[in-house]
């Protein structure tokens, strides 16, 4: 009997080597230099797969809407988009946090301060949860810019080695959630397909668990 095919949505920039190193250490045969042109979709028939680059933040559209049966994202996408997606792996890659930042010694002041971000669903709940009136101010990058130039109080963003809010005099002033990428599966492919991608789980699983051990054995 034929296998299905199953599509693979990978995200562009950061992630996608991590990602796509997984992949090959799992045994799926993602073209090398994929991520090097600019074609979009590759194929790899020996695995009945094909693998597609996307936006990191679109990611989860595309799973949600069954044209991509399995994929790659960062946990911060997944809360900010809340898409319907099962989430079912911790592929422990692309480590990073979420936190509230602003200028160090500020005092609060205003009412409803100013957020500015690229996550305002994320921010909107979180000060809900502290019960805190804000205003949320939707950025698409260069989010450190906003309390500089007097756009924002405060910042919502990704912090990873901290660089970014070191060299603009920020301080990191909340730490919101953890951050790692994760695969995700659409509901209805998981159903029809299960037997492949239980298998692409499994696999990817020993992978992720072997990293998990090396690092442990290092760290003590
Ligand atoms: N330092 C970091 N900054 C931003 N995202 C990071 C960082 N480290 C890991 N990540 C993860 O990488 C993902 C973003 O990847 P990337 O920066 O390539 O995409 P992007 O935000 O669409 O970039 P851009 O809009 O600059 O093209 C995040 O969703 C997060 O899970
Ligand atoms: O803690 P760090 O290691 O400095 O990393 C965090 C920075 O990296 C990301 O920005 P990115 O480089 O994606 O640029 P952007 O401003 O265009 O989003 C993120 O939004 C922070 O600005």
Not at 60 to 84: C, F, N, Q, S, W
């Amino acid at each position: 009997m034929s296998e299905d095919w199953i599509t693979f949505a990978m995200p562009k920039g950061r992630i996608f080597e991590e990602a796509a190193h997984l992949l090959r250490q799992a045994g799926y045969p993602l073209q090398e230099d994929f991520s090097a042109g600019r074609k979009l979709i590759v194929e790899a028939p020996e695995a009945n797969m094909k693998f597609f680059l996307a936006k990191p933040m679109d990611v989860p559209t595309y799973v949600e809407h069954g044209v991509a049966d399995i994929g790659v994202a960062g946990k911060d996408v997944l809360m900010e988009e809340r898409r319907d997606v099962y989430e079912v792996l911790d592929l422990a890659i692309s480590a990073c946090h979420l936190a509230v930042a602003g200028l160090p010694h500020r005092r609060k002041g205003r009412i409803a301060p100013k957020i500015a971000t690229k996550y305002p669903n994320i921010a909107t709940q979180y000060f809900k949860e502290q019960g805190e009136q804000v205003e949320v101010i939707r950025l698409s990058g260069s989010i450190e810019l906003a309390p500089l130039i007097g756009l924002a109080e405060r910042i919502v963003d990704i912090v990873s080695t901290g660089k970014t809010l070191k060299e603009n005099g920020l301080a990191e002033l909340e730490t919101i959630d953890h951050v790692t990428s994760r695969l995700i599966v659409n509901p209805v492919s998981y159903r029809m397909k299960d037997r492949q991608i239980d298998e692409i789980v499994q696999r990817l699983s020993v992978i992720v668990e072997e990293g998990r051990s090396r690092h442990e054995d290092h760290t003590g």
